[in-house]
């Protein structure tokens, strides 16, 4: 089970971090990551990483997310800088245990907004 956490209004240009933590630490290799959905839109990825540290960023958020893990347990952290209008939506983690089917935590809403 994942707990997403850090969403919430902010204005242009402001910065949010968003956490995600699994129940369970997993010892197995996995890539665990953030997508976000707006209304009437796809699921789109932002940004993945690898339990071996390797990331993969959307074209439209490099140079200004980050993300990161920690090492000691399954959490994964985005660190989200110079926010626009466009990044607004409803940001949801993904685990995936190299092998086994991935699984969502439950949303949570970015507002980006003056």
């Known amino acids: 089970q994942l707990q997403a956490s850090g969403g919430g209004l902010v204005q242009p240009g402001g910065s949010l971090r968003l956490s995600c933590a699994a129940s369970?630490?997993?010892?197995?290799?996995?890539?665990m990551g953030w997508y976000r959905q707006v209304p009437g839109k796809q699921r789109e990825l932002v940004a993945t990483?690898?339990?071996?540290?390797?990331?993969i960023y959307a074209d439209s958020v490099k140079g200004r997310f980050t993300i990161s893990k920690d090492n000691t347990k399954t959490t994964v952290y985005l660190q989200m800088n110079g926010l626009k209008s466009e990044d607004t939506a409803v940001y949801y983690c993904?685990?995936?245990?190299?092998?086994?089917?991935?699984?969502w935590g439950q949303g949570t809403l970015v507002t980006v907004s003056s």
């Open positions: 993904l685990l995936t245990p190299v092998g086994s089917r991935g699984s």
């Open positions: 369970e630490s997993i010892s197995s290799a996995y890539v």
């Open positions: 990483i690898s339990s071996g540290g390797h990331t």
